[in-house]
């Protein structure tokens, strides 16, 4: 079947099988290997990507179900060689350990923000639910989310 | 993991999707927010030679105040659910649980319509549409029909919704309600319920559901008999087992889950404001 989606800005044309998951389609298809696969049961978060602008888990949707949306991964975060708030939130706070979990947490971690750009440390923490750190880095993950919030709501102040 | 093959069909309408339906019979699944039927397609533990995704039947999606209840498209998704104020005023229970499935990344995706008509005991919106006295209105070949949530779930992961119906609505009763409260025991956030209870208590009565208690969602038929007749929540809460079939797993056994069922009616019975 064949499927078109804008995958960071760029439209993508692909011929599939029904069957191809997501998070395949944007693996071996388009080519970006940024997004990873945890679990594949759709416990880990490791996949999420962002589908018209909301978190998703990329194992837990076929490719079929995105035709004709507008899907970011972790590579359309930053703009050129400039990094996303987030990403810049997370390096600045040392964010992440092996790393595994990171393009999946940015990714969650800046839906959260679109939906509540002002949380407390409970509602971060709340709000990654879905995503697992198997390092158990998770308190310098909220603590990178939290610094992003009050960077970008300065910003916007 | 990937799903066994099957041919996609795409309904623009929920008469195409009914009609699909009747042609391909008991060999198709409805796919919505897939949040259910994915992981299960991919454990191959379902294999639907046929798929039909009814997930962008946008007419299918709101929440309305219609008069002396709220109607709720069957494709409304749980984050819309989460943040309705609607809801939120009218069926807090309901908005408040919604919250609670899965995780955010779940929620953007999973459908009320997908969470009901699967069916799973362990899911949590069944057992708060149980304790709502809801209704499930059903499309199908020969028209509309209403299905009242008691008589709704048959068995575990089977519904009243023959193989040509499609759910298009849910129909939650506007209450006063007088209190209410959602107990979720999971070891991780993003858990299933190891035991869930749901309890409303409105216009002088009270519902009581509960979340993976037996092959279906349940009705705490005790309990609600015990605080009919007067009991306190603690009386009440010694009665919740009764009719139930609590299975082990890895997370629990049945004494386990039993003692959790009566722990947490208590619980539920007390925040919703019975002594």
């Known amino acids: ?157 | 993991m990937i799903p066994a093959s099957f041919d996609y069909q795409r309904a623009g309408s929920a008469d195409e999707a009914i009609a699909l339906l009747t042609e391909h019979g008991d060999e198709a699944k409805l796919l919505a927010g897939g949040h259910s039927l994915l992981p299960l397609m991919k454990l191959r533990l379902a294999s639907p030679s046929v798929l039909i995704d009814v997930g962008r039947l946008d007419d299918l999606r709101y929440i309305r105040d219609a008069g002396d209840h709220i109607a709720i498209g069957a494709l409304t998704r749980h984050r819309e659910l989460e943040t309705s104020a609607l809801l939120a005023e009218a069926a807090p229970l309901l908005s408040h649980a919604a919250g609670h499935v899965g995780d955010p990344q779940v929620r953007h995706r999973g459908t009320i319509g997908g969470s009901l008509a699967h069916a799973d005991p362990a899911s949590d919106l069944p057992a708060v549409v149980l304790a709502m006295g809801g209704t499930i209105v059903v499309q199908g070949p020969s028209g509309q029909r209403e299905i009242a949530i008691a008589d709704f779930y048959i068995g575990f992961l089977e519904s009243a919704l023959a193989p040509d119906e499609l759910m298009t609505e849910i129909r939650i009763p506007k209450l006063d309600v007088e209190g209410w409260s959602f107990q979720k025991f999971n070891r991780r956030a993003q858990d299933w319920a190891i035991v869930g209870v749901a309890a409303v208590r409105a216009n002088g009565s009270t519902g009581v559901a509960l979340v993976n208690m037996g092959s279906t969602p349940l009705l705490a038929s005790g309990v609600v008999d015990a605080v009919k007749s007067g009991a306190t929540a603690a009386q009440a809460a010694e009665r919740a087992t009764e009719n139930t079939e609590a299975q082990s797993d890895i997370n629990a056994s049945v004494a386990y889950r039993e003692h959790l069922a009566r722990v947490l009616v208590r619980r539920a019975l007390e925040e919703s404001g019975l002594a």
């Open chain 1, 1 to 157: 079947m064949e499927i078109t989606m804008t995958v960071n800005g760029v439209v993508q044309t692909a011929d599939i099988e029904p069957r191809t998951l997501l998070v395949y389609f944007l693996r071996e298809n388009v080519g970006l290997t940024g997004t990873n696969i945890g679990c594949d049961t759709s416990s880990c978060g490791a996949c999420t990507i962002h589908v018209d602008g909301e978190s998703a888990k990329s194992c837990t949707l076929l490719a079929v179900q995105a035709d004709g949306c507008s899907v970011t991964t972790i590579e359309g975060l930053a703009d050129g060689d400039t990094m996303h708030p987030m990403q810049q939130a997370f390096q600045e706070n040392h964010g992440l350990q092996c790393g595994y979990c990171t393009p999946g947490m940015v990714m969650a971690a800046v839906s959260l923000l679109d939906e509540n750009p002002d949380p407390t440390e409970q509602e971060v923490r709340l709000g990654l639910e879905g995503n697992l750190c198997r390092c158990t880095g998770y308190h310098n993950i909220v603590k990178s989310v939290l610094a992003c919030a009050a960077e970008q709501s300065g910003a916007t102040k």
